[in-house]
């Protein structure tokens, strides 16, 4: 009898037949999707030679630089502040006429800064005439003190002649000796007395005269605190700071300005400078001293840059430019210009006209023609940029003719056909 043996283990079949066709068939799907998006992306787009435009890569001296608004101003601008708060009372003058330094342009009025003023004054002279009655004073005492002084000289010189004849008497036996002695003794307190006196004279006289000098500071401080109160209520009265053209001005009776508030601007006529906006991504390159250029009547004026205002607002930062020759006498204040900064000195280098293909392409290739009627994409590699060129890094040749005219109707395909 034939002996059974052991059942054997039927592994079972990681892949199937059909999971493996399954499988081939997406990844003939995907390779056949590839290849179809190569050949749909690598298809010749045609357009009409009227409806693009066509450049050349040239080499030339290229310069960095870019484009900015500036305003024609004066070169030196003064501005007229009030000095004290308070409403339009009296206009003198009016706007965009010469004036001299001094000239008065408006009052202000404001009683309750006038009062304050005149509280003010009233308590200065009232110090300043307590002061003067001290020094009278003072002085008095000075003179009584100096009659005394004379007095007692006079007394002392009369009992001297007398003792001195006594004591001749004396020694002759005419006077008696009691007499004598109670001269003597007159004599002795009366010259005590005047030297005394005298000595008080003297301290006096040198302690009133340190007095009177304090005093009198006292006195002429708060005189020219008096003159400050006046000069202040004066201050209501707004003047020109200097002579010029009179600009900006334009109150109105009853306005109310506060303490520090520009009510006017003075143009010195001393010449002109340009104030430019600048984007804050050139704030590091700009520097004192570069050269910019405009036109005007048909001809370039050079200007410099003189000052760089880093404050950066709404993005932008100011420079001030100033004419490196004598401007045009056409300029006029408040006048707009479009000025080319200049960011670096020219150097030779490929380059490539500015165009609307930028836009396109955001300059990562151009349409080269190769002069059968056709253009292939390049990609190409841009360096700086000014107002009329692109530098060229990499990609294109001196010669090399490209459409300069915009890539949107046909930027996702390879090559161009002109027709």
């Not at 009655?133 to 010189?157: F, G, H, M, P, Y």
């Not at 000595?199 to 401080?221: P, Y």
């Not at 930062?317 to 006029?332: D, G, R, S």
């Amino acid at each position: 009898m034939k002996q059974i043996g052991m059942d054997k283990r039927v592994e079972k079949k990681k892949w199937t037949q059909t999971k493996k066709l399954y499988i081939a068939g997406i990844v003939i799907f995907l390779i056949l999707a590839f290849f179809g998006f190569k050949a749909i992306n690598k298809k010749t787009y045609k357009v009409s030679a009227s409806k693009i435009s066509v450049k050349k890569v040239i080499e030339g001296n290229f310069q960095d630089m870019i484009l900015i608004d500036g305003d024609v101003e004066p070169i030196n601008l003064v501005l007229v502040n009030t000095l004290e708060g308070g409403t339009v009372e009296k206009i003198f003058i009016e706007d965009g006429i010469a004036v001299e330094k001094g000239t008065p342009l408006l009052r202000l009025s404001n009683p309750s800064v006038t009062l304050g003023y005149m509280n003010q004054e009233t308590a200065i002279i009232e110090q300043i005439n307590n002061l003067r009655n001290l020094k009278l004073s003072l002085e008095k005492d000075q003179r009584v003190l100096t009659e005394s002084l004379i007095d007692s000289e006079n007394s002392l010189a009369d009992i001297e002649r007398n003792y001195k004849v006594d004591s001749v008497l004396y020694q002759k036996d005419i006077v008696a000796k009691n007499d004598f002695i109670n001269r003597q003794e007159s004599y002795k307190y009366l010259k005590n007395k005047r030297n005394l006196v005298a000595k008080n004279v003297t301290k006096s006289r040198a302690d009133n005269k340190i007095q009177i000098h304090q005093i009198n500071q006292s006195i002429g401080m708060m005189q020219r605190n008096l003159e400050m109160i006046h000069d202040n209520i004066d201050k209501m009265l707004v003047r020109a700071p200097v002579s010029g053209m009179l600009s900006s001005f334009d109150p109105v009776i009853g306005e109310s300005y506060g303490r520090n508030q520009t009510v006017a601007k003075i143009d010195v006529q001393s010449g002109f400078k340009i104030k430019g906006q600048v984007d804050e991504y050139y704030l590091s390159t700009v520097k004192p001293g570069q050269l910019a250029r405009f036109s005007f009547d048909g001809e370039l004026v050079d200007l410099k840059v003189k000052k760089v205002l880093p404050e950066v607002v709404n993005r932008r930062f100011e420079i001030e430019l100033v004419f490196v020759n004598t401007p045009p006498k056409a300029i006029t204040i408040g006048q707009s210009l479009q000025v080319r900064l200049e960011l670096s000195k020219a150097q030779k280098s490929i380059m490539i006209p500015r165009g609307s293909y930028f836009q396109s392409s955001g300059g990562q290739y151009v349409y080269v023609l190769n002069g059968q009627g056709e253009a292939t994409k390049r990609y190409i590699k841009l360096g700086s940029q000014n107002p009329s060129y692109y530098q060229v890094l990499e990609g294109l040749n001196v010669g090399d003719e490209f459409i300069s005219s915009s890539y949107d109707d046909f930027k996702n395909y390879e090559s161009i056909k002109i027709n």
